[in-house]
Structures are given as structure tokens and as C-alpha cells.
């Protein structure tokens, strides 16, 4: 009887074992669920559309600011559901993590997901920070009951990179002012060549309401340059609610490639309305031409460069705002 006993102790102690090891090797084993990824379009209620754009900080690298800046976001819309976002990078940060991240931050909150369109710059306004959001989510009151208008000064530009932005800037502010007629600015962006700190002073005076960015496109420019762009509370966008896409990006710079980028972004909007307005974010001169060529409509538009996408392909990249059905 005592072998039988032992015998019986020795298989209990082997079969415990051998559980314990395959419920180790099970863990190790476990595979975390992928981030979704976000909506090509989503669309909110024009008559409650918020604006905001997140301060910037140098604390961290490009993971750790952009949890922060989307935490931060929830903090300025009050936990609105966020509609689009579109997220301008500075650095050497792998911009394919950004939708990834905003993803799982509003995941953990059970939020839907907004549209989101990446865009790599050359510098923002303080040494260590890599990127700013700039958001637009669905509040619960009705703020827009006059509609929006979208406006965009034209390109003002100088000989060389050596030039100070400051008066492109100043320019560019005063002819997008003169575009908003008054109106009361909720969204501003400026691009510049060189992201001086009077330019964000300047915003700040002259659009006090206006949630606003500036952003240097370019490392290395070849001549200076400023041209800014925004939305106003009260204008011809009347349409019930608005479809914001995110980028849609073109691989390669030959035509056939620009033909099939533009392919895919009428594929994202089909079914909404009439196009409001529409953002191309090209890399090189050359691609400039080419979008122009297969979408003439590109060449009323202000076009500035920048430095880079979330492709090593990429050429350009382009989003929209339209009507949404």
C-alpha cells in the first residue's frame, strides 16, 4: 500500500507539473489584439463641430507625446466624441504608430474613432516637440446654427530661405482675414519656412477664438515662404452634417500612381455629398505638377511642401472635407 501511495503521489506531482508548464507556455504564447484602425471617413453634425489643437510639449518621444496630446484632447472637448483628427509630426518618430496610438488611447475609453490624416514637417514651436493635433469633435450644443466657411490665403513667398518668415506670416494672416470677412475664426493653420515665435504671438492676437497651429514644412527650404488656412463659425456650409476624410496616399510619383491615388480617395467619399474643401500635402515640386495634371481642381488650390508621409513611397498625400449624405 505505501508504494501504491507513492506511486499515486509521484503521477498527482508529475500531472501538476505538466499543467503548470503548459499553462506557462500558453501565457508566453499569448497574442494582444491589434489596435483597429480608423475610419477612411467619419462624419458629425456641423451645427455642433468643436475645434481644437493641442499645446505642445517636449516631454517624452513621439509615443509618449502623442498619448498625451490625444489625453489632452479629451480634456479640451470635454470628452466629445472626436470626428477627424489631423496630426502634424516633427522628428524622426515612425508616423505609422500615430493612428495606432490614437487608436488604442480611445479604444480604452470606448470611444468611436475618428478619420485621422498624418502629416511629417520639418519643426514645431518648441526644441523637443514632435507633434500637435489638431481635432474636430461633435459637442453637444448646437454652435454653428449660421453654418462654416473654409478659407485659405494664397502662398506668399520671398528669394531665398535666408529671408525672415515673420513678414510672410504677417501677410498670409491679414489676407486669411480678410478671407474669414470678419467672421469669428474657430480653426487657423500656417505654414511656414522657418517657425518663428512671433508667429505664434501673432495668431494669437490677431485670432484670439481660433484654435491655432503653426508649423515649419520643411527642414531645409529653398526660399521662405508662409500661407495659412482656416474655419470660420458662420458661412455657406450649411449641409446638415460633413464627411472628413483621412490621408489617402500616393505610392510612386508617376502619373499612373496619382491616377490611382485620386481613384481611391473618390472610392473613400463615394456616396457623400459635393467636396468642400480638399488638402493635398505634396513632397516634391515635380508630384505638384502631376496631381494638377489628373485633378485640375489641385491648381486653384495653395500648395506648399512637405517633408515627409507615412510611406517611404509616398509622394503626396490628400484629404478632404465634404458634404455628407
Known amino acids: 500500500m505505501r508504494t501504491t501511495f507513492s506511486i499515486a503521489l509521484l503521477t498527482l506531482l508529475c ?24 475610419p477612411v471617413v467619419a462624419t458629425g453634425e456641423t451645427a ?33 466624441a472626436v470626428v477627424h483628427i489631423r496630426a502634424f509630426v516633427a522628428g524622426s518618430g515612425d508616423l505609422r504608430r500615430v493612428p495606432q496610438i490614437i487608436s488604442e488611447v480611445l479604444t480604452e475609453k470606448k470611444m468611436e474613432l475618428p478619420s485621422v490624416s498624418v502629416i511629417l ?22 454652435v454653428n ?8 490665403s494664397q502662398v506668399f513667398t520671398a528669394p531665398d530661405a535666408l529671408s525672415k518668415a515673420q513678414p510672410l506670416v504677417e501677410q498670409a494672416v491679414e489676407a486669411l482675414a480678410k478671407e474669414f470677412n470678419n467672421a469669428e475664426a474657430l480653426r487657423v493653420t500656417c505654414y511656414v519656412s522657418n517657425v518663428e515665435p512671433e508667429a505664434a504671438a501673432l495668431l494669437a492676437k490677431r485670432f484670439p477664438t481660433a484654435a491655432a497651429v503653426v508649423i515649419q514644412t520643411l527642414r531645409g527650404p529653398g526660399q521662405a515662404y508662409a500661407s495659412c488656412e482656416g474655419v470660420t ?14 490621408t489617402q496616399i500616393a505610392f510612386g510619383a508617376a502619373e ?63 484629404d478632404a472635407v465634404a458634404a455628407a449624405k
Open 233 to 246: 463659425r458662420g458661412g455657406s456650409i450649411t449641409a446638415p452634417k460633413l464627411a472628413f476624410s483621412g
Open 15 to 38: 500531472l501538476s507539473a505538466a499543467v503548470g508548464q503548459k499553462r506557462k507556455k500558453e501565457e508566453v504564447t499569448q497574442v494582444l489584439a491589434l489596435p483597429k484602425d480608423p
Open 121 to 142: 514637417g520639418g519643426a514645431l514651436g518648441m526644441t523637443g516637440s514632435q507633434i500637435v493635433l489638431e481635432a474636430v469633435s461633435q459637442g453637444k450644443k448646437e
Open 48 to 80: 455642433r463641430l468643436v475645434f481644437h489643437a493641442t499645446p505642445l510639449t517636449n516631454k517624452g518621444l513621439l509615443t509618449a507625446q502623442t498619448r498625451e496630446a490625444v489625453k489632452t484632447l479629451l480634456k479640451l472637448n470635454g470628452g466629445a
Open 256 to 318: 499612373k500612381d496619382a491616377v490611382l491615388a485620386f481613384q481611391r480617395f473618390d472610392q473613400q467619399l463615394a456616396g457623400q455629398g459635393p467636396l468642400i474643401t480638399t488638402n493635398l500635402y505634396p513632397l516634391s515640386s515635380r508630384v505638384v505638377e502631376t496631381a494638377k495634371k489628373v485633378r485640375p481642381v489641385i491648381a486653384s488650390l495653395p500648395v506648399i511642401l512637405f517633408e515627409g508621409l507615412a510611406s517611404m513611397d509616398a509622394s503626396f498625400a490628400v
Open 145 to 152: 446654427r449660421n453654418g462654416l466657411a473654409f478659407a485659405h
